[in-house]
């Protein structure tokens, strides 16, 4: 990989966008966050949890451009953010529950 997103996409566009695939997936399921009603009574915290989510895969994407060890698009740090999003729209988790879970 190249250090430049615009480089990597020039080179091997199906690579690139396969390591960046866990950075997209945060990105949706954050958008499925803002349909929560902790989104709109916590949202510090999930913005916190979002961030915390992209600096943790980040860190992995540094760790393979530096050290070349292995990078694995399946990253369980993002169930953190699935949970929350399923509990509420296919449980039918309440607003009052759902303060806990983040």
Do not use: W
């Not at 916590?42 to 979002?50: F, G, W």
């Not at 961030?51 to 369980?76: E, G, Q």
Request: charged letters at 15%.
């Amino acid at each position: 990989m190249y250090d430049s997103v615009i480089d990597s996409l020039k080179k091997d566009a199906l690579k690139a966008l396969t390591i960046y695939s866990p950075i997209l997936a945060t990105l949706g399921l954050f958008a499925a966050f803002t349909t929560l009603p902790c989104y709109t009574e916590q949202r510090a915290l999930v913005l916190l949890l979002v961030n915390y989510v992209m600096a943790s895969i980040t860190v992995d994407l540094m760790i393979h451009n530096m050290a070349k060890k292995p990078f694995s698009v399946f990253k369980p740090v993002l169930v953190l953010l699935v949970i929350p999003v399923v509990a509420h729209h296919c449980f039918g988790v309440s607003a009052e529950v759902e303060r806990l879970l983040p």
